[in-house]
């Protein structure tokens, strides 16, 4: 069976400070994989989309950056980190047919 | 670009009842998906539906993919304290291109009192 994983769970960083969040998905190949941001428990927004090892696109422009270097390895990125970068972040994958995602376990990160 | 909508916002009913919650499209949708979400965990894929019409059942929940393509409903039965969660709908649209992206509805905050 598949299983998805992320890391940390959960973080606490300071403005201006890099970020690297990793998800890994394990019984199945060639997924799709997302990342989203989900602000105050509601409404999630999708960031980034990979199909494919080093294809990644972007859906809003913002402080971030993802990297897919393997096929079951998603990553995602900040060079310095903004107060408005804290929130809940969710890896998924899916693969097609049928295009349904499943989600990661998230990590919490806050910023101060 | 498409867009859901979710009603209600939330929900506050008494342990036993049953509870029923929905979401319109502005276009047509070829997949609907129905998550659960936990505080502090990810979304929980409850139920998904890939044909016009199609009703789905997952022990006491059921859904619907309408007939429009334009609406989907998730109806509870017999809720339980452990029923309480956002849930979240989700469609896939028809767009060749952007076929893998889905658009998520605001969520349902469901709370049940025992």
């Known amino acids: 069976s598949q299983t998805i994983h992320q890391w940390p769970a959960t973080l606490v960083q300071p403005v201006g400070s890099p970020l690297s969040l990793e998800c890994t998905v394990e019984g199945t190949s060639n997924p799709n994989l997302y990342w989203y941001r989900q602000a105050a428990g509601r409404g999630l927004q999708l960031l980034f989309y990979s199909v494919g090892i080093g294809q990644i696109s972007s859906e809003v422009p913002q402080n971030l950056s993802a990297s897919r270097p393997q096929d079951r390895q998603f990553i995602l990125s900040s060079k310095k980190l903004l107060l408005s970068d804290s929130g809940f972040y969710l890896c998924?994958?899916?693969?097609?047919?049928?295009?349904?995602?499943?989600f990661g376990p998230g990590t919490r990160l806050l910023v101060l | 670009g498409q867009q859901l909508n979710q009603s209600p916002q939330s929900m506050f009913i008494q342990e036993g009842e049953d509870v029923s919650m929905n979401c319109t499209s502005s276009?047509?949708?070829?997949?609907w998906l129905w998550y659960k979400q936990e505080p502090g965990e990810g979304p929980v894929l409850l139920i998904a539906?890939?044909?016009?019409?199609e009703l789905t059942s997952n022990g006491r929940l059921t859904a619907q993919f309408g007939i429009t393509r334009k609406d989907s409903f998730l109806n509870i039965s017999a809720s339980i304290p452990s029923d309480v969660g956002i849930y979240f709908c989700?469609?896939?649209?028809?767009?060749?291109?952007?076929?893998?992206?889905?658009?998520f509805g605001k969520g349902t905050l469901l709370t049940v009192n025992p």
């Open positions: 989700a469609g896939q649209g028809l767009s060749g291109g952007s076929n893998y992206k889905l658009t």
């Open positions: 998924a994958w899916s693969v097609q047919p049928p295009e349904t995602q499943y």
């Open positions: 276009s047509i949708f070829n997949t």
């Open positions: 539906l890939y044909k016009a019409g």
